[in-house]
């Protein structure tokens, strides 16, 4: 068929077996999630499946939409690679979606042989090239949790609720009360990692907001992160402790599962974050965000809903989206410097002001 006719049959095609090619990252893979029920509700019948990163396939494990989780390793080796392959085409996929839009699942997405094969227009590295039609509106300027969404609307369930859900069982809240049991008063997650050094405001103006809200909230703080980001953690801790010496402080970063993270955040009464994949998990399990954004922009990047407070930098190079600064001397780095700490102790008290007052009396 001729991609126009693919497009056309979006809205007509009965699907049995749907996979998503969705690998990564943390916060694209939870900005994904609300299209299970979508799919679900639009193919009741189909066997559905996910190609993910190992390292987040907890994430969807005991997912009540989804039927099957493909482990993907990129940094395997080529005989698993070719396994992978094998498999995806003995699969026999008849309706496939590369949501990652790159070269490696470009491949995926051709070996699947799929009758139709569907992108985004935000692929690069050609991967449009493996796909049947690709979804209009869904350029890289498009919030990334609209471009994902655009997929339920173009198979006609754009109408139902966003929902991520992520299947917790009891062993994860029980893990959460027992790490926090003691704390006292509310419970303020911080995570002062990113991917990127440029998305990485600095770990001292963290410091400083975080023992603000502990001195004027009486709150305790519950520290996040990848075990990479354990050192930087330590480091926040210690400054905390030296700004605010009576803060109750729980430092969990790279102890947690995915899950147990998002436990833990679904506990929390708000997060003061980075743009990182914990500030996405947060706002899909209903925590309140005050994210810091330099390098990236808070429209596109950011999670949707009016209870966050999204911050960007207002230097004229912010929201670049490059890894690395392109500058040298006193505009290195210039983002980071300009968004200060008074613009984000604002925003978080004025949220916490909100929503600590609703909380029930104890």
Known sequence: MRRAEHAANLLEVDARRICIIKPSALGDVVQTLPLLAAFRERFPGAKLSWVINGALAELLEGHPHLDQVIHFDRRGAWAGWMRLLGDLRLQQFDLVFDLQGLLRTAVMNWSTRAALRVGLESSREGAHLACHTVIPDTGRLVPAHLRYWRVAEAIGMGHLRRQPVVALGDEHRSWVATQLHGATGATLAVHPGAGWLTKRWPVEKFAV?????ARRFGLSIVLVGSPGERALSLQLENLIRRFAPPAQIVNLAGQTSLKQLAALL???DAILTNDSGPMHMAAAMGTPVVGVFTSTDPIRSGPPGSEHHLIPTRISCGGCYKKRCPYSGLKHLGCLEELTIER???????????????????
């Open 266 to 268: 679904q506990r929390s």
């Open 209 to 213: 907001v975080a023992a603000k809200a």
């Open 344 to 362: 984000v102790w604002y925003a978080l008290a004025n949220l916490l002001d909100r929503q600590l007052s609703s909380r029930p009396a104890a």
